[in-house]
């Protein structure tokens, strides 16, 4: 075991004796063999932790702690992450930037991973491709555009996720989503295969990438265009412009519902009245009816049954049955 996570976040740290049951038939120590046996087979510097808080690392901000927590530091530990999961039948999950995650009061059993290492962080520019990691913020790789002088990635400032995380919600902005400029995508398999898929192999909708719920997003090279760095700036400002005037600052997940065909849920919730609305510290904004705030130690649940409320809102007094966006992990 790697011997500084452990002692960095410590049992005892945690407040939790040995032997107390962490959910039925797995106890810490349980968690703590396991954690003690797939670190044995990974590299020294890939992190491995038990019990790792998840609320902290979502912007919402609300939820509980990962059983395991992994940060691969090469890719041949996250191949072998996923195989020993499989033989333990562990459930995994990928965490990108946590921007579109509502984590369970309960916390998430198995094993969560974050692609957050130097390992899955390259970014390169040629001519007018861009290859990135999964793990690259995309305000990095907006911003690695404009300075070069490249056009086609603007609507991604501004997305606060990962390009791991915007692959598998097809994100988009401003009338443009991800899948729009991606020209080849490499994933692994559950069993730790390698596979490159071309842009017109992969099927993609509206937040969604069917794929990769199957599949993790290792690596994706995007179609640009060269332009003035003066357009691409200017282009980037006034998207951020138009977000800063129609989103709420404050801790939240973005949009918590998809859109109904042919219009929009936050315009559907306003005129619903239930912009305002609270459950516990979860309130949805004011300035955005899609939006769920957290004002400060909201629960999971609180959020839920802020959701659950504008669903039967639009149910009953429009037969509108909104679709969730937000991923829920451990729900
Ligand atoms: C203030 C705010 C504004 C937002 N604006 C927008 C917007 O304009 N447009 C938009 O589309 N979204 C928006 N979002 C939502 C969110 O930022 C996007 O969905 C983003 O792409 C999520 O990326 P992430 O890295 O945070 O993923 P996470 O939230 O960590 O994960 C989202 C999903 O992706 C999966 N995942 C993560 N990494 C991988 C991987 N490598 N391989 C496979 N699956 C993976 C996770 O398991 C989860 O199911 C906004 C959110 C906030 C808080």
Redesign the pocket.
Known sequence: MNQSSLSARSLTDQGVSATTERHPGVSVSDLYTAASDLQRLLSKDTLVRTMEPLGPKT?LKVGGAADLYVVPSQVEDLAETLAWAGKHSMPI?????????LVSDEGVRGVVVS?ASQAFLDLEVKGEQIRSG?GVR?KRLSEQARQQGLAGLEFLE?????V??????N???MGQWIFDVVLQMTTMDRSGQLRTYRADQITAGY?HCPL?IEE??IEATFRTLHASEIQVKKTMEAYATQRRSS?PIGS????MFKNPEGGSAGKLIDELGLKGQRMGQAVISEIHGNFIINQGGASAQDVLNLMELVRKRAREDRGVELEIEV?RLGL
């Open positions: 912007t999950h990928l965490l990108g930037r946590g921007s579109n995650l692609l999964a995309l501004g997305i606060p996720g990962s791991g995380g915007a692959l598998r919600m994100a988009g902005a937040r990769l993790i997003a989103q939240s997940a973005g949009c991923q």
